[in-house]
């Protein structure tokens, strides 16, 4: 990939100085016209028949405009599995659940309001441990469930609170378990986590006379708010506008739609307001996705030499009261389940359960955080019995070129080695540094893999606007919340395009205007988009030549475009500035050429299939990205903390359009992963989650944050643009476990769950002895 | 409680607004004065977005009730790039990646230039402590504290540390 100009260089972020300066505009920043503020009446019960909802009170209320229950709105939602309603209708499945929304003149009188509905509720048993739920005697969640709507690459058990049973047969598991010298079985637990980005969820609609719907939302996906209202809604798309603005974190809890559709109805009543609701913080944690606790049971075989001959992993993951998006987590921790290794024989199980819990949810990693910490303790279990290094281990085992997934996916395009010799080769791997002043050293090393959990038709589009002068406008459906879209799009338009990359103006998507994306989710923008804006750029640059051949009478073969004019190589006198081809080309006989120019692309996924429903063999990988985490932590055996003395994390990005993002993402995602290791986890008792604040719930602030290295290694992706491929969520995914072998290594205890508070390595400490 | 007219310097200029005392500094600003710079990410004091600057020092604007500051110097993150440049803090924010989504970078910001003024050559842990109150969910911190660092280098090279 020689001669790259803008691409893999550190540009300044397209949006860094509006952020800055705090004039960058998040959804509630400005003043939108005439509002109204919603309010949720939520479920003070986990599971239970709503019996009578008094709204009287509440409407009588002064500054009330309108209280809507689920009776009169029992439209139904969902992405992949349509099983949730705005508000809950006849029943109530999880605590803090919405039955009610009130609009009113101030956010005060909403919150008031609130206060005077009174709900009625017929308790019922509640299911608060999927593997509980999975019984045959387990109360039953959603009745209807057989009959919901589905993508039918999904399966629910009819009569149960299965909503997706995924399975993978690869190879012959019995034989590979004959193989094996060993056999090595354990349990693992991973609780629910909260995303917690700093802005929470928020969303505003206005209804016009004239029957169009305009929402802004904090929505990863415009392009989704949009297609799911107009199918819950039964309402033509071109109807219906869906506005970005900035967004203040995502991690996938803005994926999907969720609280837009909550106002339509209120926002049909009075045209011309702006019905807005903005979740504080406990709302937000409460009432939005959670990731889904996964409780799992992993078995390996493995030869003497180090070989994993067989591997059975039964995953029963808490999918919480609805799954309309968690049931594609479970598939995708399904077809996933060898992690970063290539083992020949295969046997999963991949529930997702209802419960009365939150509502499962993406989380950066979509599943790989939970399901890899199972293999990459294992594997540390597997070296510890076997006596091995740990490292070799996974070098054995690891994938490499023409290595198969559990899935039967053949990968090409990937040095996992490489990742994992960098970090080991920073923390000094096989280097035992000795115990000091009563504290314990370890370290420890785990591997990752993860590709875009998205439909194989899931498709970007882009188009470039050539200005008269020659600068450009890139018009994309991504969505910007932290990752560096904005720029690295713009990158490879510029790299494409020739133009220089601040003659380019890129913005984020607004229905109406800007064309087709998916999602911003799985890691996958940068790739796919990135794929679409870089066909856009070429088809406006093959526009240019021709024009430019056209008005120069010279062939196109012989012309060049510098970002400023185009020339030819053979005639250095046969030059046209940019802005003459770009502005409504005419000869100098006064003829037209050619009007504006605008450069369109796509893309789809051509190397996806569908799944085998028997053994889930076949092709869900868009991409592959790899990487690895090292650690080394001292652990004081009196108080059981574990301090970090070096955290180090390699990421296989292909090609990083921008370092400097690219690594920005590496820490990140490495220190939300520590914080999800060392502190975070969502307690509920009985369905009622009980930290739902930052006092409650402690993520990593800056004094507990450890120095970091990062490494980008670079391994071209054949179809990715310029050879990049989607790293955001993927350095989350090994830091857990990478800890947590550290821990194991000082301590000589094993760890089956984390957070590893103090408490809890104490614990193990004491246990031991 | 009953409505008082609060006077107070904001960004430089003079302000009178009739209000609930208790109504907190955040929602004045925002939603009364039209300055959206500050951001709301807990309203408890919890998570540091709405940091401004109380006669000097920085404090979270949603735990403070706007009858405190009657008489009061606040500054918020519109009043550092007045005239048209950015802040030297701003600026090293930039150039150092410290940003991603935003939501906390006003915030971060303001804690940075608070401690800069009064201590212009902070050491690590100094910086620290300065923002431990301000929680990021995007950045990991790295490139926050380094670009606190430089800029406390910058304004030295300049000799305008914050006055
Ligand atoms: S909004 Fe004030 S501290 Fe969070
Ligand atoms: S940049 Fe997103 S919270 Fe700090």
Same mark, same amino acid.
């Given at each position: ?83 949730? *309603? ?26 008031? +309001? ?15 441990? $999927?593997?509980?739920?999975?019984? $045959? ?14 993508? @039918? ?236 290094? $740990? ?70 589009? +882009? ?50 205007? *800007? ?97 085998? @429903? ?38 296989? +990005? ?63 992706? *054949? ?22 072998? +550290? ?27 | ?104 970078? @006003? ?57």
């Amino acid at each position: 990939m020689a001669d790259l100009k803008t691409v893999g260089t550190s540009v300044p972020r397209k949006d860094a100085i509006e952020k800055v300066t705090g004039s960058a505009e998040f959804i509630e920043d400005r003043y939108m016209g005439p509002m109204l503020y919603a309010k949720m009446k939520k479920s003070t019960v986990a599971h239970g028949k709503i019996k009578n909802i008094d709204t009287t009170r509440a409407l009588k209320h002064p500054g009330v405009k309108a209280v809507l229950t689920g009776k009169e709105y029992p439209n139904r939602i969902g992405l992949y599995l349509i099983d949730r *309603t705005f508000l809950a209708v006849d029943k109530v499945r999880f605590w803090g659940e919405p039955v009610a929304v009130v609009a009113a003149v101030t956010e005060k009188a909403a919150a008031e +309001a609130v206060d005077l509905i009174e709900v009625e509720y017929e308790e019922l048993p509640g299911v608060f441990d $999927p593997r509980e739920g999975m019984k $045959p005697d387990a109360p039953i969640i959603h009745e209807d469930l057989a009959n919901y709507e589905i993508v @039918p690459i999904f399966y629910p058990e009819k009569g149960t609170n299965i909503a997706n049973h995924f399975k993978v047969r690869k190879g012959d598991i019995d034989k590979g378990f004959a193989e094996a010298d060993k056999i090595i079985e354990r349990d693992y637990y991973v609780p629910q986590m909260q995303h917690v980005p700093i802005e929470t969820h928020k969303a505003a609609v206005q209804w016009s006379l004239d029957g169009k719907l305009t929402v802004w939302s904090t929505a990863q996906s415009p392009n989704v708010v949009r297609q799911l209202l107009a199918k819950s809604l039964d309402m033509p798309m071109h109807k219906i506008r869906v506005i970005s603005s900035y967004i203040g974190g995502g991690f996938g809890c803005k994926a999907g739609a969720s609280i837009e559709g909550l106002l339509v109805p209120i926002a049909q009543k009075f045209p011309g307001h702006i019905v807005r609701i903005v979740f504080n913080r406990e709302e937000d944690m409460q009432g939005t996705f959670t990731r889904q606790a996964l409780y799992s049971k992993l078995k390996t075989g493995v030869k003497k030499d180090g070989r994993i001959t067989a591997l059975q992993y039964e995953m029963v993951w808490d999918g919480g009261a609805y799954t309309e998006y968690g049931v594609n987590i479970v598939r995708a921790a399904g077809y996933s389940s060898t992690g970063a290794y290539d083992i020949p024989n295969v046997k999963t199980d991949s529930y997702c359960v209802y419960t009365n819990n939150s509502i499962g949810g993406p989380v950066r990693g979509f599943g790989m955080c939970e399901m890899q910490w199972g293999i990459e303790r294992q594997l540390e279990e597997i070296a510890r019995e076997l006596g091995m290094d $740990p490292l070799e281990v996974r070098l054995i085992n690891g994938m490499k070129k023409g290595s198969t997934t559990a899935s039967g996916q053949v990968i090409h395009d990937l040095d996992y080695d490489k990742c994992l010799k960098v970090v080991a080769d920073k923390i000094g791997w096989g280097k035992k540094e000795e115990s000091r002043d009563g504290k314990y050293r370890g370290k420890g090393i785990a591997g990752l893999v993860k590709c875009p959990a998205q439909p194989s038709n899931a498709a970007s589009s +882009a188009m470039i606007r050539i200005n008269e002068d020659g600068t450009a406008h890139v018009m994309i459906g991504a969505t910007e919340m932290g990752q560096g879209m904005l720029t690295a799009i713009s990158q490879i338009a510029s790299e494409a395009l020739h133009i220089p990359v601040d003659k380019i103006d890129i913005k984020v998507p607004d229905t109406d205007f *800007t064309p087709y994306e998916w999602q911003s989710v799985g890691s996958r923008i940068t790739y796919t988009c990135g794929t679409s804006v870089k066909r856009a750029a070429e088809d406006a640059l093959g526009q240019i030549y021709r024009v430019a051949a056209d008005l120069l009478e010279t062939p196109q073969e012989d012309l060049s475009f510098d970002g400023k004019k185009v020339f030819s190589a053979k005639n250095p006198d046969l030059t046209a500035t940019i802005r003459e081809v770009a502005d409504s080309c005419k000869k100098c006989t006064g003829e037209g050429i050619a009007g504006p120019i605008i450069g369109r692309g796509s893309f789809v996924p051509t190397n996806m299939t569908n799944l085998d @429903p028997e053994t889930g063999q076949g092709n869900p990988g868009l991409f592959y990205c790899f990487g690895a985490t090292g650690v080394e932590v001292e652990v004081d055996p009196e108080t059981g903390v574990v301090k970090i003395l070096q955290l180090a994390c390699s990421i296989d +990005a292909g090609k990083a359009v921008n370092p400097q993002l690219c690594t920005a993402q590496l820490h990140g995602g490495t220190i939300m992963g520590l914080s999800t290791a060392l502190y975070e986890e969502v307690r509920f008792d009985k369905g009622i989650m009980l930290n739902r604040n930052f006092t409650d719930y402690k993520i990593a602030t800056i004094d507990n944050t450890p120095h970091m290295d990062s490494f980008i290694v670079e391994t071209p992706e *054949t179809n990715g643009p310029y050879g990049a491929r989607g790293i955001g969520e993927q350095p989350m995914i090994g830091v857990a476990p990478a800890i947590a072998n +550290a821990v194991s290594d000082a301590l000589g205890v094993d760890f089956n769950t984390f957070p590893l508070t103090p408490e809890r390595v104490w614990q193990a400490i004491k246990n031991k002895k | 409680m009953k409505k008082q007219v609060i006077i107070f310097q904001l960004n430089d200029e003079p302000v009178e607004i009739y209000v609930d005392p208790a109504e907190s500094l955040l929602t004045v600003l925002r939603d009364r004065l039209g300055l959206y710079g500050t951001k709301a990410g807990c309203s408890k004091g919890e998570c540091g977005a709405c940091t401004v600057l109380l006669d000097d020092r920085a404090v979270n604007s949603c735990l403070v009730p706007v009858g405190k500051v009657q008489g009061c110097k606040v500054e918020t993150i519109e009043n550092l790039s007045r005239g048209g440049k950015v802040h030297p803090i701003q600026e090293e924010f930039v150039d150092k990646g410290a940003v991603q989504c935003g939501f906390c970078t @006003p915030g971060m910001v303001l804690s940075a230039y608070a401690l800069l003024k009064e201590n212009p050559q902070p050491a690590r842990d100094q910086i620290k402590m300065a923002i431990s109150g301000n929680l990021c969910r995007c950045s990991g911190y790295k490139q926050i504290e380094e670009a606190i660092l430089s800029a406390a280098k910058k304004l030295a090279r300049q000799g305008n540390s914050i006055t």
